[in-house]
């Protein structure tokens, strides 16, 4: 909401991470309102707009966690 001034919502997928060996970290993706889902699919492909947008969420979500 900070980055996008979209309304976030939690969402729930399958799969595993390694989260729960991070003492401080936590496992998320962004998936963004009509985003095409072609995850460890062929021709996986993200829209360059939700790239960005991605890349600055992440990079504040690690400076926040390092604090």
Same mark, same amino acid.
């Given at each position: $909401? *900070?980055? &996008?001034? +979209?309304?976030? $919502? *939690? +969402?729930? =997928?399958?799969?595993? &991470?390694?989260? @729960?060996?991070? $003492? @401080?970290?936590?496992? #998320?993706? %962004?998936?963004?309102? /009509?985003?095409i /889902? &072609?995850?460890? +699919? %062929?021709? $996986?492909?993200?829209d360059? /707009? /939700? ?5 600055a969420? #992440? %990079?504040?979500? =690690? #400076? @926040?966690?390092?604090?």
């Amino acid at each position: $909401e *900070e980055h &996008t001034g +979209q309304k976030g $919502e *939690e +969402q729930i =997928i399958g799969g595993g &991470t390694f989260g @729960r060996l991070l $003492e @401080r970290g936590v496992a #998320y993706g %962004a998936m963004f309102p /009509d985003y095409i /889902d &072609t995850m460890h +699919q %062929a021709n $996986e492909f993200m829209d360059l /707009d /939700d790239l960005f947008n991605a890349t600055a969420i #992440y %990079a504040d979500a =690690i #400076y @926040r966690l390092a604090k």
